[in-house]
Structures are given as C-alpha cells and as structure tokens.
C-alpha cells in the first residue's frame, strides 16, 4: 500500500466532501506533536485522496 500523505485514514471531510476544519486541526495537532513539520500539515489539507472523507474506506 501506498500512503496519500501521512495520515491516511484520518477523517477531516463530511460526506460531501467539506473540510471540517476543527477535526483537521486536531490532525494536525497530534502529528506535529508526533514530529511531523508544520509544511505537512498544510499537505495534509490539500489531500484529495478519498479516505479523509466520512463513510469511505479506502487503501492507500
């Protein structure tokens, strides 16, 4: 499997596809806590790939 962009799987979008911007501060949040740089995060909101989306569960 191929990972999108660090943190696959992570929901942060509504089922239409809306960015729910207090989940993906959360996100965020942890993963610079973890080490990640703050420019990932910025990656991380740009992410198209379907599996930050409610009810899609794809594999990256």
């Not at 943190?7 to 979008?13: C, N, P």
């Not at 610079?32 to 594999?59: F, I, N, T, Y």
């Amino acid at each position: 499997m191929i990972g999108c962009c660090g943190a696959e799987s992570s929901k942060f979008k509504d089922k239409d596809g809306n960015i729910d911007q207090e989940r993906l501060n959360e996100i965020a949040a942890k993963k610079e806590s973890q080490g990640w740089a703050p420019e990932s995060a910025l990656r991380l909101q740009k992410c198209s790939c379907p599996c930050h989306q409610d009810g899609m569960h794809v594999m990256c």
